[in-house]
T-cell receptor, first 117, second 114 residues
């Protein structure tokens, strides 16, 4: 139980294009999902908290107009990197908060490797 | 706000030897504590967690950790490591009572060799 998937697992795009990453909770409903960014050999940095049916809460320093987050259903949140540039290349990981007994846990997706050329 | 310190960026160890990965945290409120493992190009997998109760927590793959409130520590231990334990390990903290966000440490690379 508590499986989170991400799609795509990796993507290469040209500078200036937009890329959408999907995060799905496969066997539970997630009212809250989180988006993280991880640079090589570094820790995870929280980008934003996504709540179903409401606007995402972005961490300080994260451009909300560049990283668009939509949490339209209880099983799907999307992160769109708009007008991507090489400096946006990174490993993006989502997580979903558990429910019931696992409410205080986050379940992580496998990550999406974004490379912007 | 919470913060996590993982003092060791890398820990080399021989197979079948014991290992301890250190984690200290700072918080003005009560916390939940977690250890995650990350294999190359993968997401995070929960090893174990401390929410309440017994301060000695046992997790998957033979790992355990002990919550020490007075020393604000949550060190991860394994009595005998395997080559397959080679990975990045992250300690994380969140405030209790609310479903709040995780704050991660910088990670410790465990390198197990023969």
């Amino acid at each position: 139980g508590a499986v989170v998937s991400q799609h795509p697992s990796w993507v290469i795009c040209k500078s200036g294009t937009s890329v959408k990453i999907e995060c799905r909770s496969l066997d539970f409903q997630a009212t809250t999902m989180f988006w993280y960014r991880q640079f090589p050999k570094q820790s995870l940095m929280l980008m934003a908290t996504s709540n179903e049916g409401s606007k995402a809460t972005y961490e300080q320093g994260v451009e909300k107009d560049k990283f668009l987050i939509n949490h339209a259903s209880l099983t799907l949140s999307t992160l769109t990197v708009t007008s991507a540039h090489p400096e946006d290349s990174s490993f993006y990981i989502c997580s979903a908060r558990g429910t019931g007994a696992t409410y205080n846990e986050q379940f992580f997706g496998p990550g999406t490797r974004l490379t912007v050329l | 706000a919470q913060s996590v310190t993982q003092l060791d960026s890398q820990v080399p160890v021989f197979e079948e030897a014991p290992v301890e990965l250190r984690c200290n945290y700072s918080s003005s409120v009560s916390v939940y504590l977690f250890w995650y493992v990350q294999y190359p190009n993968q997401g995070l997998q929960l090893l174990l967690k401390y929410l309440s109760g017994s301060t000695l927590v046992k997790g998957i793959n033979g790992f355990e950790a002990e919550f020490n409130k007075s020393q604000t520590s949550f060190h991860l231990r394994k009595p005998s490591v395997h080559i397959s334990d080679t990975a990045e390990y992250f300690c994380a903290v969140s405030a209790t009572g609310t479903a709040s966000k995780l704050t991660f440490g910088t990670g410790t690379r465990l390198q197990v060799t023969l």
